[in-house]
């Protein structure tokens, strides 16, 4: 419905039914589902083209989602607020966002039975998709908004251009991470001026850094331990999954889902994390060791049973053993080894700046929104969606699943409103 407004000049305005700001995944799926009712919308765009920031992701291939249930998608959150997800998620699916993009005509692949990616192999396919049945002349490009202000259920967007009104505003801009794709962090700046409540953007998916490994354990750049368990001082979580070593610290998905953590602990103090080695427990590498020592075996030729023979020397190296018969060595340098290669531990000295993450913690206060539809509890009209707000995953097609249904989910309340008042 097109609806006009006179301003003070006497000029005719029109009033948009929605207007979206931002054009990542979020505002595009948004876009998608306001075009399928035919609804009265405008995208705003502050870069010369929509998507940047979507088609660099996932190594420019893009991982759109995964094939986890619902409730499994959620317990995989490092959220305390992470129910919030389940209407949304229950409503739009991973299945619905497959069969959205079919119809579209691109079909996602699974690899590692784990993880869906566009058949094409490129992030590009998945904004032409999203692309494929908008219209050009509701979106208009470098029109960065500088303000919103909201008089009478009728919002007002500032942008450098031109203002333009609508009845319903729909924020997408995403967070601070890769500012230089457009995510520079401005809905945080439209929530303070409308009164609405978040926290500040933060790293959180990203590496850690530490010059004690880069003292001390440089010659184990590339290693990687699988399926470890990943323990930060201080915190009483623990994260599984792969660690690696680098020529600056530790990454991985462990590190990564854990860096969340890390950043918030050492605002407090120096903190250590620790893991283990190997994938044997403290009582199977006792065992292992003191059966081999029956046996009159060397030191390193066990080790290299259970690690890497890299691991192997560098452990016989820190905790200052020759290689020799292990039945040679004393009970404590045993229960050195043993500690070594069961509880690994490292001092981190920073996690990575929030604009060179995968993700960023923070955002607008999930409890400020309406779950089903993301609309603000104190300003009807007003939306929050994708990583503008304080909802995030780990990397494997979390955070596009969720900007995907936070964006169908506040378009579709828009058009439900907007039926029952023509009704």
């Known amino acids: 419905m097109t609806v006009e407004s006179v301003n003070k000049s006497g000029e005719k305005q029109v ?51 995964n094939n986890l249930s619902v409730d499994a998608f959620i317990q995989s959150l490092n959220l305390k607020h992470r129910n919030f997800l389940y209407t949304l998620l229950e409503s739009f699916s991973s299945q619905d966002i497959l069969e959205f993009f079919k119809a579209k005509g691109l079909n ?27 219209k050009t002349k509701q979106i208009k490009v470098n029109h960065s908004v500088k303000r919103i202000t909201e008089a009478n259920g009728v919002f007002t967007i500032h942008t450098q251009h031109e203002n333009f009104l609508t009845r319903n505003v729909i924020i997408a801009t995403g967070s601070n991470s890769y500012p230089t794709t457009g995510s520079s962090g401005d809905g945080l700046h439209f929530a303070e001026y409308l009164g609405i409540n978040y926290d500040p953007f933060t790293p959180a998916e990203t590496h850690v850094y530490s010059s004690e490994i880069n003292a001390h354990y440089d010659i184990l750049q590339g290693v990687t331990i699988r399926d470890t368990i990943l323990s930060i001082q201080g915190v009483k979580k623990t994260f599984h999954g792969d660690v690696l070593f680098t020529h600056f610290g530790l990454s991985g998905p462990a590190v990564l889902h854990a860096s969340e953590d890390i950043y918030k602990a050492l605002l407090n103090q120096k903190i250590d994390i620790s893991f283990s080695l190997v994938n044997q427990s403290e009582g199977e590498v006792k065992s292992i060791l003191t059966h081999s020592s029956n046996q009159s ?17 560098v452990c016989l190296n820190k905790v200052s053993v020759d290689n020799k018969n292990i039945a040679e060595l004393s009970h404590h340098q045993l229960d050195e080894i043993i500690r070594f290669l069961c509880h690994f531990t490292i001092s981190i000295d920073r996690v990575e700046d929030k604009e060179h993450a995968f993700v960023n913690a923070g955002g607008i206060h999930s409890k400020e929104l309406i779950p089903h539809s993301m609309e603000s509890k104190k300003i009807k009209g007003l939306y929050f969606i994708g990583e503008t707000v304080d909802l995030h995953g780990p990397i494997g097609g979390f955070n596009i699943t969720i900007a995907l249904s936070t964006g169908y989910a506040c378009a579709s309340d828009i058009i439900n409103t907007l039926k029952g008042e023509h009704i």
């Open 15 to 65: 009033i948009y039914d929605a207007i979206i700001v931002g054009g990542g995944p979020a505002g595009l799926m948004a876009a998608n589902t306001l075009q399928s009712k035919q609804i009265n919308y405008l995208l705003l765009e502050k870069n010369e083209r929509v998507g940047k920031k979507l088609l660099i992701t996932g190594g420019k291939r893009c991982n759109v989602t």
């Open 297 to 313: 075996n060397m030191i390193k030729k066990v080790l290299e049973t259970i690690t890497t023979p890299r691991l192997a020397m």
């Open 108 to 134: 996602l692949v699974l690899e590692e039975g784990f993880k869906y990616f566009p058949e094409t192999q490129m992030s590009s396919s998945v904004l032409e998709a999203l692309m494929k049945d908008l």
